[in-house]
């Protein structure tokens, strides 16, 4: 039991960082409106870019990779129109006799 401990606080800090890493990327498109001067922006831009990057690996190395494959399968846009088919499909038979019967 000891040891589940901290895998379960290393799954939870690296999801948390790569959720960060994306957070952190807002920043990007907040950069040129920002009152310094273009080196400054561009500075910013690039440091934020390289810190993003950096805690979204670290976070993929923390978590591990079954976590890292379930956020990546849970976040590809391909998946969410099957689940949505998956829940709207039933395999209750009185839903399907009630519908045999509307439709005659």
């Known amino acids: 039991m000891k040891q589940e401990k901290p895998v379960l606080y290393r799954i939870g800090i690296g999801i948390g960082l790569i959720i960060a890493s994306f957070v952190v990327w807002v920043a990007v498109p907040i950069a040129p409106f920002l009152p310094f001067s ?27 990779k079954e976590a890292a494959r379930k956020l990546k399968a849970y976040w590809n846009p391909k998946h969410w129109r099957i689940n949505r088919q998956r829940l709207d499909q039933t395999n209750d038979v009185k839903q399907k006799e009630e519908r045999l019967e509307e439709s005659q």
């Open 38 to 64: 273009a080196a400054v922006k561009a500075t910013i831009v690039a440091t934020v870019i390289a810190a993003a990057e950096v805690m979204f690996w670290l976070g993929v190395l923390l978590a591990g």
